[in-house]
């Protein structure tokens, strides 16, 4: 059986590498401001090391208009948050958080991904192209995305959170294959 600082060393180092892999793709693309977790390796409940989280940059008027949103949540905005925060899936979720250009309903740093929900103002061709422009420019950032109606989220709570929480699996288990 490995000792505990052994495997630490191996998380830290494997998460070490991937945020390395993170950063060229981000430098790549012209973000070369790139922040990370700076201290000693974050431990999950069961006392197991957590990777770093990339931190994406944004814009810092971005971080009022995310206050004024956090303030002024849709019904489905408030109704989901109820649903996910505090750990609820297992991991972290923030609301209203800048992103390089952009504010994301819901994001988890852990995983990358953000959650939108698409209300009636998302209906038009003009918005839906603006919404998939953002949602490009930041997967190429590394940022993982679902989106839901705002009707599912109101008539389908339980639906949106099953989906939610099979990503979240899913990808938690992928980071566990691949980790040493």
């Known amino acids: 059986m ?13 998460a070490r590498k991937r945020d390395l892999v993170r950063q060229a793709r981000l430098e790549s693309l012209g973000v070369s401001f790139l922040r990370f977790y700076d201290g000693d390796v974050k431990e999950n409940l069961e006392g197991e090391p957590m990777p770093r989280n990339i931190i994406i940059p944004y814009e810092p008027a971005l971080k009022e208009r995310a206050r004024e949103l956090r303030k002024n949540a849709t019904v489905s905005e408030r109704i989901l948050w109820q649903a996910i925060r505090g750990k609820r899936l297992g991991v972290e979720f923030h609301r209203q958080v800048p992103l390089d250009k952009f504010v994301v309903d819901f994001y988890c740093h852990e995983q990358m991904l953000a959650i939108e929900i698409d209300g009636a103002t998302h209906g038009s061709e003009e918005t839906r192209e603006k919404d998939l422009t953002r949602q490009a420019r930041l997967e190429s950032l590394g940022v993982s995305f679902l989106r839901f109606y705002d009707g599912d989220v109101k008539e389908n709570l339980q639906g949106v959170l099953a989906e939610i929480e099979n990503w979240v699996h899913l990808h938690k288990r992928r980071a566990e294959e691949t980790s040493p």
């Open 2 to 14: 490995l000792r505990t600082s052994k495997v630490r060393s191996i998380f830290e180092d494997v």
